[in-house]
């Protein structure tokens, strides 16, 4: 896989092969991240989750293809940048498609404040979704379920400081 920022310093499973399509659908999930554009949330749905798939992040859940969509509307009224690194992946399951991500992510807020922080991340790939190819020219291999967990205070405080 081409090396990015964000999987420069990645350290992948040495137990288990994580597939080069999961770690590029991964990579993939944090470069969209990191694109001040609300309408990320399209690309997510139909670039990276299944139809039925489950995305947490720092809030409620978005479940499905509908919410999935939405879920990056109002993702950057608190930020100006966010650039995320995986710095380490762990794999719970033979496959390599239970995955644990502990990574770093850098982000800007509005009043110029700059906050880095760890977070810890878990990823479920779609098994049924492996093996196939999508019509927009990628793998086809998509997520079933993510969620993000953060020490939200060191943002929260950056937010608060003038």
């Known amino acids: 896989?081409?090396?990015s920022y964000i999987t420069a310093h990645t350290a992948w499973p040495t137990s288990v092969a994580v597939k080069p399509e999961v770690q590029r659908l991964l990579a993939h999930f944090y470069s969209l991240l990191d694109i001040p554009d609300t309408s990320v949330g399209h690309r997510f749905a139909e670039e990276v989750f299944a139809k039925d798939g489950v995305m947490f992040g720092?809030?409620?859940?978005?479940?499905?293809?509908?919410?999935i969509r939405k879920s990056?509307?109002?993702?950057?009224?608190?930020?100006?940048?966010?650039?995320?690194e995986m710095l380490?992946?762990?794999?719970?399951?033979?496959?390599?498609?239970?995955?644990?991500?502990i990574g770093r992510v850098e982000m800007g807020v509005r009043n110029g404040r700059t906050v880095n922080e760890e977070f810890v991340a878990r990823f479920v790939v779609d098994e049924a979704t492996l093996?196939?190819?999508?019509?927009?020219g990628d793998d086809g291999v998509r997520l079933k379920f993510s969620?993000?967990?953060s020490?939200?205070?060191p943002i929260m405080a950056a937010m608060r400081e003038q």
């Open 58 to 67: 720092m809030g409620p859940g978005f479940d499905g293809e509908a919410e």
């Open 72 to 84: 990056r509307e109002y993702a950057w009224i608190d930020y100006t940048s966010r650039r995320h």
């Open 147 to 149: 969620r993000v967990w």
């Open 1 to 3: 896989m081409s090396s």
């Open 88 to 101: 380490r992946v762990y794999a719970h399951d033979a496959l390599g498609l239970d995955l644990l991500v």
């Open 131 to 136: 093996e196939s190819k999508s019509p927009n």
């Open 151 to 153: 020490n939200m205070e």
